[in-house]
């Protein structure tokens, strides 16, 4: 009797255990802990007509405004601290690697929104860091457990586009190496020591976009356009299909007929149909559209 009292005992504690175990993961993103395998990816984007004005300058309340309804319908959560603290953990150590490319920056309004939120779910500010091609020598990102992913949308001379995917190639100490056959296998950078299992979200930002351009380092001013927003999801290949999505979009509009990327981007595809990273199949995304519809291409 006393054997089946105390295996019962253990049977249950290890039922509570367990339980608990699922409720926390259930409190952090899918990616965070495995393969999206079939399940559809949920993905937001919003859009604010007056988030930039007439010279390009961001408004800051607006863009901290986007973030918390994006991340609010992202997670389905009642309150924007509880959303974030279901992202982010307060023993997180945090690196948002953003893009300072000259022509098409991370917008500085929305470094500090992301940051503001991540020190409310309770993380400290000397344990948060904001970084791009100097990643690997940060010492918090050389220390972090958890990643926030945020870059403007373009297109890219070797890549076809420059998005979240992409986003990650400065963790690599040779970023060349992922440049052959139009960079098809940019996917195997989640697999990287810095970044594999770490990903909590991931921001495309689609303020100004870039749709077209010849050579690795042009920008015009013509080739942009005012959208006005960002796409937020857990899964970078699904936030960057809807992106590529949009591109294509716009090219069309612009030019008239279709006109394919040169090269094509196809390393989005690849990361779904090669290297199981996440859903690129519109069929699995849930796309949720919030604010302004005007010009939304999609």
């Known amino acids: ?47 604010d007509e007056a988030v930039i004005d007439p010279e390009g300058k961001v408004d800051a309340a607006i863009m901290q405004d986007m ?51 991540v020190m409310e779910a309770g993380v400290a500010g000397d344990r948060i860091s904001i970084n791009d091609r100097g990643v690997l020598t940060d010492p918090v990102f050389q220390k972090a457990t958890a990643l926030i992913n945020v870059r403007p949308m373009r297109t890219h001379a070797w890549a076809g586009v420059g998005s979240c995917i992409k986003n990650y190639i400065m963790f690599s100490d040779s970023p060349s190496s992922y440049h052959p056959d139009s960079c098809a296998d940019l ?20 303020l100004t976009p870039l749709f077209h351009g010849v050579g690795p380092h042009h920008f015009n001013k013509e080739f942009t356009w005012p959208y006005k927003g960002f796409i937020a999801g857990f899964d970078p290949v699904a936030v960057d299909s809807v992106g590529l999505k949009i591109i294509q979009a716009r090219r069309r509009e612009y030019f008239g007929e279709d006109k394919p990327l040169n090269p094509p981007a196809k390393h989005i595809e690849l990361a779904d149909t090669r290297h199981h990273l996440g859903n690129a199949d519109p069929a699995m995304i849930e796309l949720v559209k919030l604010g302004w519809k005007e010009g939304i291409m999609l």
């Open 1 to 47: 009797m006393k054997k089946n009292t105390i295996t019962r005992r253990s049977m249950i504690k290890k039922a509570a255990a367990m339980a608990a175990g699922s409720a926390l993961l259930m409190n952090f993103p899918v990616k965070v802990f495995g393969s999206f395998g079939k399940n559809q990816s949920r993905v937001v984007l919003i859009r």
């Open 67 to 117: 973030l918390d309804k994006a991340i609010l319908h992202l997670t389905g959560k009642s309150s924007v601290q509880q959303a974030w603290k279901g992202i982010i953990r307060p023993d997180d150590i945090v690196g948002i690697k953003t893009n300072v490319w000259q022509y098409l920056a991370t917008p500085h309004e929305l470094e500090n929104a992301i940051k503001a939120r």
């Open 187 to 206: 996917a195997t950078l989640f697999e990287l020591p810095p970044i594999k299992g770490k990903s909590r979200l991931h921001i495309l930002v689609m």
